[in-house]
């Protein structure tokens, strides 16, 4: 750009500009766009359809009161779910034997209400929106539990909010 100062006056300096421009950029554009594919700003970008952000509210709605437990929402403790897998954290929910661990709906529902693939699925979505969001999640559960709001779910305001 800055050479096109230094050319003929005879040349349409403008329309040579631009050629010049799109020659050179053409390669990086094609390799930007293939890029740009594979980019995700949020978790929460995959989710396009209206189906999809209703599964998600119902999911967290049916499930979330006994399964997001402030134990649970610790982000160290959400991070290992997502590193070790969802499916083994709902084969730890099913093989719970201990009499006073409190019950879990999603684990006695696994397999009959829900199946296995969509309660991956979401509850990884719904993990991995809270770990993104978390300094987010932590000051609304602060201003939530001090204001009228205190009804809403604290845990699932990303989705019902």
Not at 47 to 55: L, Y
Not at 125 to 151: H, I, R
Request: net charge negative.
């Amino acid at each position: 750009m800055h050479s096109s100062a230094q050319w003929p006056a005879a040349l349409d300096i403008d329309a040579s500009l631009v050629r010049t421009l799109q020659l050179v950029i053409k390669p990086f554009l094609d390799l930007w766009i293939e890029h740009s594919r594979t980019l995700r700003l949020s978790s929460l970008e995959v989710i396009s359809r209206e189906e999809e952000w209703a599964a998600m509210r119902n999911f967290v709605r049916r499930y979330g009161g006994d399964l997001f437990t402030v134990r649970f929402l610790n982000p160290g403790n959400m991070r290992g779910v997502l590193h070790r897998g969802v499916g083994a954290y709902l084969d730890y929910l099913r093989e719970q034997d201990d009499p006073n661990a409190p019950a879990v709906r999603l684990a006695a529902e696994l397999g009959r209400e829900i199946s296995r693939e969509d309660a991956e699925h979401l509850l990884r979505m719904v993990l991995q929106a809270l770990v993104e969001n978390y300094e987010e999640f932590k000051d609304y559960a602060a201003t939530a539990a001090s204001s009228d709001t205190a009804k809403t779910c604290t845990c699932c305001w990303t989705f019902c909010g």
